[in-house]
């Protein structure tokens, strides 16, 4: 393994911002798998999940199970210095990393992170990101692929390399073109995006499965060698469920705003009109408002936040 800094910036009352990465495999092999992990300062699971990764593969280096030929590049965070302060954007002008893709070298301070971040990157094969979501919740772990065009579709069926429980494909807005993932793809890299069920805190076993997932996907492609699968739990490597994002349903808090108490989590099979979770008062706590399933389904998404407001997305639950 080879510790390497790809971007530095200076500031004026503080040591510099170092982006640091761990490359493995010969220094001239061909560029194979690129994994990036935190963007923004409260994705921590994120953080965790890849430095974990370097740790064993690492290991998996010492034991001979990695392919020299092909190079991994893994940056556990590329925004530190808003992790350190607990600010999910970039503190000063509150802008976002993760929309600055492709960078600009001479621009903003994100715009040349992001320039930084692109460089080292975009000539990898494959391309993943652990990513989080706007809203604060938990996902049911998942693959995530970016509809645009014929790379896109040769990802998807990829997708099912990790092992992971599904796959959701994504149509990209104008919103998204500014993203790692949507710009890795114009690059002809193939693109994933992996969701876990925690941002801002570790969840340890999905973050285990985003690590064994990664792991699985590396050995399909020829990075790692296929005794390492051994260090993976046993699961039954299949299709997964494939969701189109548009056939998910949200359920609102239609009612009223309030305390958020969920009866449903990720992952739990849902009938049509059941309780998922009741919104109270926090005057006296009765219940003003008790959110109900549309539809026969899983539950994708939950919101993990204490407090809803009135019309707030609560909960994404896929079709049956």
């Not at 600010?87 to 040349?112: A, H, L």
């Not at 108490?261 to 109270?280: H, I, S, T, Y």
């Amino acid at each position: 393994m080879r510790s390497k800094v790809i971007f530095s910036l200076s500031t004026p009352y503080r040591e510099s911002m170092k982006i640091r990465a761990a490359e493995f495999g010969d220094a001239d092999a061909q560029p194979c798998c690129a994994i990036v992990g935190s963007m923004r300062g409260n994705e921590v699971q994120q953080t965790f999940i890849a430095a974990n990764l370097v740790g064993r593969l690492r290991e998996l280096e010492r034991e001979g199970l990695l392919n020299s030929e092909k190079r991994i590049l893994v940056i556990p965070a590329a925004n530190a210095f808003s992790m350190n302060i607990h600010k999910r954007f970039w503190p000063v002008d509150n802008t976002d990393v993760n929309r600055m893709f492709p960078g600009y070298d001479k621009g903003e301070t994100t715009q040349r992170i992001a320039a930084g971040i692109f460089e080292a990157v975009s000539s990898y094969a494959y391309g993943i990101q652990l990513a989080s979501f706007y809203l604060r919740g938990a996902f049911l772990p998942h693959v995530r692929v970016t509809d645009e065009g014929d790379l896109s579709r040769e990802s998807l069926e990829m997708a099912a390399l990790f092992g992971m429980p599904c796959t959701l494909l994504h149509k990209p807005s104008t919103f998204d073109t500014t993203t790692l993932n949507y710009n890795w793809q114009v690059w002809n890299t193939h693109a994933f995006s992996l969701f876990t069920k925690a941002t801002g805190s570790i969840d340890e076993a999905s973050a285990r499965q985003a690590e064994d997932g990664i792991v699985r996907f590396l050995t399909h492609v020829g990075a790692v060698r296929e005794e390492a699968l051994s260090t993976c739990a046993e699961t039954e490597i299949g299709e997964p469920a494939r969701i189109e994002e548009s056939s998910l349903s949200n359920v609102r808090s239609e009612r009223a705003g309030g305390l958020f108490v969920p009866l449903v989590g990720p992952g739990d099979c849902v009938v049509r009109g059941q309780a998922l979770a009741e919104v109270r008062d926090t005057f006296d706590g009765c219940v003003r408002d008790t959110l109900r399933s549309p539809i026969d389904g899983r539950v994708f998404f939950s919101r993990s936040a204490p407090l809803v407001n009135q019309y707030s997305i609560a909960f994404k639950i896929a079709p049956q």
